[in-house]
């Protein structure tokens, strides 16, 4: 049966979907963008800053959900401006082990919900 997971601590969906779905061991989390959830207001200081809260309110759901990062089989990264690449990795990378990163795209789009520069998604689990 498919559960749903949702926590305070990551912001609300902008849409109709839920943060989360769980079925069967493997969590499926919805694209997060750089919304402190205890504002609702985005944190686009610069990319580095908007990829870290993007970061923390995946861990945010991840931990409502009883798993960390080492839990993630796949990460979608969708960027605004693929000239931001090393400096998105760099964020990135300070949340994963090299030798159990998970699966990875990184794939430059037209547009993001708000106009923001990153959305991440991810796959997890038990």
Do not use: W
Request: glycine residues 4%; aromatic residues 8%.
């Amino acid at each position: 049966m498919k559960k749903i997971i949702e926590t305070k601590n990551a912001p609300a969906p902008v849409g109709p979907y839920n943060q989360a779905t769980e079925y069967n061991g493997v969590l499926y989390v919805s694209g997060q963008i750089a919304i402190n959830p205890a504002t609702g207001d985005l944190v686009m200081d610069d990319i580095e800053t908007e990829t870290h809260q993007v970061m923390k309110n995946l861990k945010a759901v991840l931990t409502e959900a009883g798993m960390t990062f080492e839990n993630i089989l796949k990460c979608s990264v969708f960027v605004s401006d693929m000239n931001n690449y090393a400096r998105i990795n760099a964020v990135y990378s300070e949340y994963f082990n090299d030798d159990t990163a998970p699966a990875r795209e990184l794939v430059e789009v037209a547009n993001l919900p708000k106009f923001v520069n990153i959305e991440i998604s991810v796959i997890a689990g038990r």
